[in-house]
Nanobody, 128 residues
């Protein structure tokens, strides 16, 4: 069964940190670029970050550059999103997605509706 499972969300104060995980199973993980997206209440989904299949290329939305870091461990079939200096506007459900045909670049986000596999999401709440 092809599956992506996010974890690591929760409640954190502004300025705090969280690390999200995206665990994959059922497919050749190291052939897939992985992306993180988020959707805040009442807002459209937006791309946050992506990483190439090898981990050699990454991309970040302007809103998270310098604060978030994406990485992957292909031996563990897991991608991580380290989120530092969190702000209330980072509050959202965070989703990871996988695709074997779309390279990690800005187009990964615009091609979101065509990505092969999505997780169920994990909620991040940044509040005092």
């Amino acid at each position: 069964q092809l599956q992506l499972v996010e974890s690591g969300g929760g409640l954190v104060q502004p300025g705090g940190s969280l690390r999200l995980s995206c665990a994959a199973s059922g497919f050749a993980f190291d052939y897939y670029a992985i992306g993180w997206f988020r959707q805040a209440p009442g807002k459209e989904r937006e791309g946050v970050s992506c990483i190439s299949s090898s981990g050699g290329s990454t991309n970040y939305a302007d809103s998270v550059k310098g604060r978030f870091t994406i990485s992957r461990d292909n031996a563990k079939n897991t991608v991580y999103l380290q989120m530092n200096s969190l702000k209330p506007e980072d509050t959202a459900v965070y989703y990871c997605a996988a695709d074997s045909e779309t390279a990690c670049s800005g187009s990964y986000y615009t091609n979101a509706r065509n990505l092969e596999l999505w997780g169920q999401g994990t909620l991040v709440t940044v509040s005092p």
